[in-house]
């Protein structure tokens, strides 16, 4: 029950966020602000990328069962499902995390007629938004991980689960990092050489690579604070 009404909860944030950008819009009578709605949208996939994968990854015994397949053939299927779906889902994680990037009020003009006050409270919407859809993501993915590799987990959560959490909300900072700075998408990985080159070309200049270094240790902090405490929390309620 906790677990749904988690869900619940950041379904209802993320409707909340998208309903004061609108509101915004219609309120005022400015420009409808179109990049942060998409950027909503984008952060609440890799939510959903990992609800459908789990359900599929449940699902998959059960289709096994139904044909007549060796079990090492089974267990590479699995486990191929398990590499691709895990790859997909960390390609669209920095879209969640993303949205503390638009703290920056890149959307608010001076001549626009919003309140600091609305356009705040909006904007930090926004981001808890997306800090929600990154927490829900990456501990439905956490928890699979301790599922698969130590099922029988009675004394805590090991070491290795929280080492896979951290490699995963480091990577999801870079991404950010690439995507706010570099203009990087996530499909943009179908030009690896291209992506290399713009990145070893950036970091070349003065003062960026430190720049870098502090954005991704400091994002990632953040969100390692905040998840932490939550996923102890909901582990707890599971185990309850």
Same mark, same amino acid.
């Not at 909340?16 to 984008?42: C, D, E, K, T």
């Not at 599929?56 to 398990?82: D, F, H, K, Q």
């Not at 800090?131 to 099922?151: E, G, K, M, Y």
């Given at each position: 029950?906790?677990? #749904? ?5 950041? &379904?209802? =944030?993320? %409707?909340? *966020?998208? /309903? @004061?950008? !609108?509101?915004?819009? $219609? ?14 949208? #984008? ?5 959903? &990328?990992? =609800?459908? %994968?789990? *359900?599929? /990854? @449940?699902? !998959?015994?059960?289709? $096994? ?176």
């Amino acid at each position: 029950m906790a677990v #749904l009404i988690a869900c619940l909860a950041v &379904v209802l =944030l993320n %409707a909340y *966020a998208a /309903l @004061l950008i !609108i509101l915004r819009s $219609l309120v005022y009578r400015v420009r409808l602000y179109r990049p942060m709605l998409l950027n909503i949208g #984008l952060s609440f996939v890799p939510v959903l &990328v990992s =609800l459908v %994968a789990i *359900a599929g /990854l @449940l699902g !998959i015994p059960t289709l $096994l069962s139904m044909t007549e397949i060796r079990p090492n053939v089974a267990s590479a299927a699995i486990w191929a499902y398990l590499v691709v779906g895990t790859a997909a889902w960390l390609l669209l994680f920095p879209n969640a995390i993303y949205l503390i990037t638009e703290l920056n009020f890149s959307h608010r003009r001076e001549e626009d007629p919003v309140p600091l006050w609305y356009d705040i409270i909006q904007t930090l919407t926004v981001t808890l938004s997306g800090i929600a859809n990154a927490v829900v993501s990456l501990a439905v993915v956490q928890t699979a991980f301790l599922v698969i590799t130590d099922p029988n987990t009675s004394e805590g959560i090991p070491l290795s689960s929280w080492s896979f959490a951290a490699t995963i909300i480091v990577l999801g900072a870079i991404g950010v990092y690439l995507g706010r700075y570099l203009r990087f998408n996530s499909w943009d990985v179908r030009h690896p050489l291209s992506m290399l080159r713009k990145l070893v070309m950036h970091l070349r200049q003065r003062g960026k690579a430190i720049e870098a270094g502090g954005f991704v240790l400091t994002h990632a902090v953040l969100i390692g604070m905040i998840y932490v405490p939550l996923y102890l929390l909901g582990f707890g309620a599971l185990r309850g």
